[in-house]
T-cell receptor, first 112, second 111 residues
Framework: DAGVIQSPRHEVTEMGQEVTLRCKPISGHDYLFWYRQTMMRGLELLIYFNNNVPIDDSGMPEDRFSAKMPNASFSTLKIQPSEPRDSAVYFC??????????FGPGTRLTVL | QKEVEQDPGPLSVPEGAIVSLNCTYSNSAFQYFMWYRQYSRKGPELLMYTYSSGNKEDGRFTAQVDKSSKYISLFIRDSQPSDSATYLCAMSGYGNNRLAFGKGNQVVVIP
């Protein structure tokens, strides 16, 4: 299994631009999680899905952030418009029948 | 007070030393306790998982949970340069899919 796949691995954009991060979970996993990691705040859960349905989005910082999961093998996290304070590493993780979350390699986002 | 406290200070040890890491937490509903290891520019990976007070051993790694004190620890025996990474504690409540993470400890094992 290829593990959780994220793209792009690096993204540099200018303030005000739209950013879309993509995630392909491990096949057969029914939970998908989006996290953000910064030095100041550590690893924070933004939103998670179960069977493609958003269950808890209380960690989404504001309306500029949105996430979708149109099918079991694909999810997106969109930031529109982006701001410099959104600069962070964004991780996607998936989970199957066990409690173990498997993380992707992350997308390093820099907003200038 | 944050739900999970982990002193993020970096830790440098010589090869072969014992590494000791710990976290405290405030939410008594936490039942499941994990340690994740994160290498530089990689995603976290699960290292240890436990759901009860006491010790759990896996090779050179020992996880310790003291629910009465709301305190968990990770010990690495005979540390190796390949153990150089950031170690994050994480925990969750029963039936709760949200993991609360500590900020992580960066560990450097010097050959």
């Amino acid at each position: 299994d290829a593990g959780v796949i994220q793209s792009p691995r690096h993204e540099v954009t200018e303030m005000g631009q739209e950013v879309t991060l993509r995630c392909k979970p491990i096949s057969g996993h029914d939970y998908l999680f989006w996290y953000r990691q910064t030095m100041m705040r550590g690893l924070e859960l933004l939103i998670y899905f179960n069977n493609n349905v958003p269950i808890d989005d209380s960690g989404m910082p504001e309306d500029r952030f949105s996430a979708k999961m149109p099918n079991a093998s694909f999810s997106t996290l969109k930031i529109q418009p982006s701001e410099p304070r959104d600069s962070a590493v964004y991780f996607c993780a998936s989970r199957g029948a066990t409690d173990t979350q498997y993380f992707g390699p992350g997308t390093r986002l820099t907003v200038l | 007070q944050k739900e999970v406290e982990q002193d993020p200070g970096p830790l440098s040890v010589p090869e072969g030393a014992i590494v000791s890491l710990n976290c405290t937490y405030s939410n008594s509903a936490f039942q499941y306790f994990m340690w994740y290891r994160q290498y530089s520019r990689k995603g976290p990976e699960l290292l240890m998982y436990t759901y009860s007070s006491g010790n759990k051993e896996d090779g050179r790694f020992t996880a310790q949970v003291d629910k009465s004190s709301k305190y968990i620890s990770l010990f690495i025996r005979d540390s190796q340069p390949s153990d150089s990474a950031t170690y994050l504690c994480a925990m969750s409540g029963y039936g709760n899919n949200r993991l609360a993470f500590g900020k992580g400890n960066q560990v450097v094992v010097i050959p």
